[in-house]
């Protein structure tokens, strides 16, 4: 007799609701059109500034409400918390990141993104030159 398993339902969390949305829209996600520029904004100029200026952005509020940030990232290793939950899109360069919790080490160019969940981290890696990135704060 085989021994199956089967699959082990969990509960639908927010942070799940955003992320099972987000990797299946019911309509197209504006996270698969990756603008290069915003109209109809607020930008912030004082700018959000860590890690002795190796890690700059600027904050965005969009008219429909939501927050972005706009930034870049010199050559270095950097830990950031979460509150809310976050999709970081690197627009250019390339970056190493591992998620709080986890050992595994997935690399991101332009083009590509990753999901942050809320009340975690993660660790960046900018190996050589400069990552540009927009952070899209979700909830």
């Known amino acids: 007799m085989a021994i199956t398993s089967l699959p082990i339902r969990q509960p639908l969390t927010a942070s799940r609701y955003y992320l099972l949305l987000f990797l299946y829209?019911?309509?197209p996600s504006p996270y698969q059109i990756r603008p290069?520029?915003?109209k109809n904004v607020t930008a912030v100029a004082k700018a959000n500034v860590y890690f002795d200026g190796k890690v700059v952005s600027h904050t965005v509020l969009t008219a429909d409400g939501a927050?972005?940030?706009v930034g870049l990232i010199y050559a270095g290793t950097y830990h950031?918390?979460?509150?809310?939950?976050?999709?970081?899109?690197i627009t250019d360069g390339s970056c190493v990141v591992v998620?709080?919790?986890?050992?595994?080490?997935?690399?991101?160019?332009?083009?590509?993104h990753f999901y942050v969940a809320?009340?975690?981290?993660?660790t960046i890696t900018v190996q050589s030159g400069i990552c540009q990135y927009i952070c899209s704060f979700i909830g």
């Open 36 to 38: 290069m520029e915003f």
């Open 25 to 27: 829209p019911p309509f």
């Open 67 to 69: 927050k972005k940030t």
């Open 99 to 112: 998620q709080d919790g986890s050992k595994e080490e997935k690399t991101y160019g332009t083009g590509t």
């Open 118 to 122: 809320p009340k975690s981290g993660f």
């Open 80 to 89: 950031f918390g979460t509150d809310k939950a976050e999709i970081m899109e």
